[in-house]
């Protein structure tokens, strides 16, 4: 179905809005307010969790037919990471790994 | 005089300019605007699909900057939803945003215009490059430097998705997605060096992530895993695993 301008402007504000209160309004927290200690671990260990949860499952689906295509170029990666430690090299690997396989 | 050279080299090392900072940022985060592509491109692609036209897809990528938003919003709205039942779908999807929000509260301290321009930038991969890419500390130039050059990513891609929507070569463009997770393992790996716990709570997140996206839409597996995690390793080990500020 086709959107009126009026629909697609509250849709667009609706979404704006809920989209940027939770991710604005934390940071109005003050970040050396005393919390519970576990509170304070918890929180330094979500960007851990996260990255977790963001390289799997979705790396499976780098080619949406060959789940191993993600493996592999994600194994390249890990080996370039382990033995340079360097950003762009283990891109690239990745990259010239999956482009390889595909 | 060998001494006096080393102290402003201490000194310009010591307080870098705002503006320093900023670019650093963007090449920081330029695998996350490259990374991108394949989703941004996608999301113009199918939001034309599904019955939205013109520069909507563009403004809704301007607007809302949400991978996960996006596409639930116009898969939805496509489906027939009403206009609150898409808007309030794609407020419980982005509720995960406050952990991340909450949890890079505590890495920098912003005042309430830095908090509103830098909160708009908010995704889980400039979070995650934000929260673990420096040791030391983190400055508001560098996380706007992230949360921009990836913005130009999102929106850039959004344009070229809605200009070019059915000639692009589709394998091509799904290929780029490598570079994300790279990007994500090249800032575990370290971690898990310095850290075997950070690895444990990263394969028990990914495993979770899995199992729930079985079941769940993916911002509640991702939080849900997320949320889990991290709650294990706080309760597990109470010296803390590694102090990303030290």
Same mark, same amino acid.
């Given at each position: 179905?086709?959107?009126?301008?009026?629909? *697609?402007?509250?849709? $667009?504000?609706?979404?704006?809005?809920?989209? *940027? =209160?939770?991710?604005? =309004?934390? =940071?109005?927290?003050?970040?050396?307010?005393? $919390?519970?200690?576990?509170?304070?671990?918890? $929180?330094?260990?979500?960007? *851990?969790?996260?990255?977790?949860?963001?390289?799997?499952?979705?790396?499976?689906?780098?080619?949406?037919?060959?789940?191993?295509?993600?493996?592999?170029?994600?194994?390249?990666?890990?080996?370039?990471?382990?033995?340079?430690?360097?950003?762009? *090299?283990?891109?690239?690997?990745?990259?010239?790994?999956?482009?390889? =396989?595909? | 005089?060998?001494?006096?050279?080393?102290?402003?080299?201490?000194?310009?090392?010591?307080?870098?300019?705002? %503006?320093? +900072? @900023?670019?650093?940022?963007?090449?920081?985060?330029?695998?996350?605007?490259?990374?991108?592509?394949?989703?941004?491109?996608? /999301?113009?692609?199918?939001?034309?699909?599904?019955? @939205?036209?013109?520069?909507?897809?563009?403004?809704?990528?301007?607007?809302?900057?949400?991978?996960?938003?996006?596409?639930?919003?116009?898969?939805?709205?496509?489906? %027939?939803?009403?206009?609150?039942?898409?808007?309030?779908?794609?407020?419980?999807?982005?509720?995960?945003?406050?952990?991340?929000?909450?949890?890079?509260?505590?890495?920098?301290?912003?005042?309430?215009?830095?908090? !509103?321009?830098?909160?708009?930038?908010?995704?889980? +991969?400039?979070?995650?490059?934000?929260? &673990?890419?420096?040791?030391?500390?983190?400055?508001?130039?560098?996380?706007?430097?992230?949360?921009?050059?990836?913005?130009?990513?999102?929106?850039?891609?959004?344009?070229?998705?809605?200009? /070019? !929507?059915?000639?692009?070569?589709?394998?091509?463009?799904?290929?780029?997605?490598?570079?994300?997770?790279?990007?994500?393992?090249?800032?575990?790996?370290?971690?898990?060096?310095?850290?075997?716990?950070?690895?444990?709570?990263?394969?028990?997140?990914?495993? &979770?992530?899995?199992?729930?996206?079985?079941?769940?839409? @993916?911002?509640?597996?991702?939080?849900?895993?997320?949320?889990?995690?991290?709650?294990?390793?706080?309760?597990?080990?109470?010296?803390?695993?590694?102090?990303? +500020?030290?």
């Amino acid at each position: 179905m086709t959107l009126s301008t009026n629909t *697609y402007l509250i849709l $667009l504000f609706g979404m704006a809005a809920g989209t *940027y =209160l939770p991710r604005m =309004l934390p =940071l109005l927290l003050p970040g050396n307010a005393p $919390l519970p200690p576990w509170v304070d671990r918890w $929180l330094k260990l979500v960007p *851990y969790a996260a990255l977790g949860a963001l390289i799997f499952p979705g790396i499976l689906s780098v080619d949406p037919d060959r789940a191993w295509v993600g493996l592999v170029g994600g194994a390249a990666a890990v080996a370039v990471s382990l033995k340079w430690n360097n950003l762009v *090299y283990t891109i690239v690997a990745a990259f010239a790994v999956a482009a390889l =396989l595909r | 005089m060998a001494k006096d050279v080393s102290q402003n080299f201490e000194s310009s090392v010591g307080t870098p300019t705002w %503006g320093h +900072e @900023f670019w650093r940022g963007v090449r920081a985060g330029l695998p996350i605007s490259f990374g991108y592509f394949p989703s941004s491109i996608a /999301f113009g692609v199918v939001a034309l699909a599904s019955g @939205f036209s013109g520069w909507q897809p563009v403004m809704m990528s301007m607007f809302v900057f949400s991978g996960a938003g996006q596409f639930l919003g116009v898969n939805l709205w496509q489906s %027939g939803a009403s206009l609150g039942a898409v808007i309030l779908a794609n407020l419980i999807i982005n509720l995960r945003y406050i952990v991340m929000s909450a949890s890079l509260s505590r890495r920098i301290q912003l005042d309430s215009l830095q908090a !509103a321009v830098i909160g708009f930038g908010v995704t889980d +991969e400039t979070f995650v490059l934000n929260s &673990l890419a420096q040791r030391g500390a983190l400055t508001s130039g560098y996380v706007l430097g992230v949360n921009t050059v990836a913005y130009l990513g999102w929106v850039i891609g959004t344009v070229v998705g809605t200009v /070019f !929507a059915g000639i692009l070569p589709g394998r091509v463009i799904s290929g780029m997605g490598i570079v994300l997770y790279a990007m994500f393992i090249a800032l575990l790996v370290p971690s898990i060096a310095r850290s075997w716990k950070i690895g444990a709570i990263a394969a028990i997140s990914g495993a &979770l992530c899995w199992v729930f996206g079985k079941v769940f839409a @993916f911002g509640w597996a991702m939080v849900l895993a997320t949320t889990i995690a991290a709650a294990l390793g706080a309760w597990l080990w109470d010296e803390g695993v590694d102090d990303p +500020e030290h």
